[in-house]
T-cell receptor
Framework: DTGVSQDPRHKITKRGQNVTFRCDPISEHNRLYWYRQTLGQGPEFLTYFQNEAQLEKSRLLSDRFSAERPKGSFSTLEIQRTEQGDSAMYLC??????????????FGPGTRLTVL | AQSVTQLGSHVSVSEGALVLLRCNYSSSVPPYLFWYVQYPNQGLQLLLK??????LVKGINGFEAEFKKSETSFHLTKPSAHMSDAAEYFC????????????FGTGTRLTIIP
């Protein structure tokens, strides 16, 4: 079990640039989630996938944000025309549907984005 | 909508003393509740979760939490603090059976005094 991995771990970009983050879930986990965490706050839900289908998106996910999970394995989160307010830690998590209550979400180490 | 409130953004306890981190929830339906720990430069790690099977939930590293419906609380405790417990702790809630979306509190930073 290698855990959830995210790449890159750190990204510094200039305002207006596009950035893309990658998340590799735990093998065989069919659900994948993206959260955003700003300084001094808890993670906030952005979106989640079941296999390749994106089933829910938060209002936090403006139209500059897009997430994909094309083959139901890894996922990418792209931010277009970055703004300073996008500076945050972007967390990915995965889980497997077990049919029991409240399946555990396993989190990756995150990608820290700094927009200058 | 569901939410959690963590009282105390910073808590300091002496090594060997009781750890008590507070979490109150708000939910219109029976919730599922979680405690996660976050060490510097690491991802969130699940400590324990409440799924209505038992009100007293035991987790990893000696932590436990008790679900109290009358008080809408899910406080985290550990009888004796260890230096390695220093971290940020997050309470979270979901109302979905499949846990499709977690709502987190703002976190409590725990400092252990030698």
């Amino acid at each position: 079990d290698t855990g959830v991995s995210q790449d890159p771990r750190h990204k510094i970009t200039k305002r207006g640039q596009n950035v893309t983050f990658r998340c590799d879930p735990i093998s065989e986990h069919n659900r994948l989630y993206w959260y955003r965490q700003t300084l001094g706050q808890g993670p906030e839900f952005l979106t989640y996938f079941q296999n390749e289908a994106q089933l829910e998106k938060s209002r936090l996910l403006s139209d500059r944000f897009s997430a994909e999970r094309p083959k139901g394995s890894f996922s990418t989160l792209e931010i277009q025309r970055t703004e300073q307010g996008d500076s945050a830690m972007y967390l990915c998590a995965s889980s497997i549907l077990t049919g029991t209550p409240a399946d555990t979400q396993y989190f990756g180490p995150g990608t820290r984005l700094t927009v200058l | 909508a569901q939410s959690v409130t963590q009282l105390g953004s910073h808590v300091s306890v002496s090594e060997g003393a009781l750890v008590l981190l507070r979490c109150n929830y708000s939910s219109s339906v029976p919730p599922y509740l979680f405690w996660y720990v976050q060490y510097p430069n690491q991802g969130l790690q699940l400590l324990l979760k409440y799924t209505s099977a038992a009100t007293l939930v035991k987790g990893i590293n000696g932590f436990e939490a008790e679900f109290k419906k009358s008080e809408t609380s899910f406080h985290l405790t550990k009888p004796s603090a260890h230096m390695s417990d220093a971290a940020e702790y997050f309470c979270a809630v979901t109302i979905n059976f499949g846990n499709e979306k977690l709502t987190f509190g703002t976190g409590t930073r725990l400092t252990i005094i030698p």
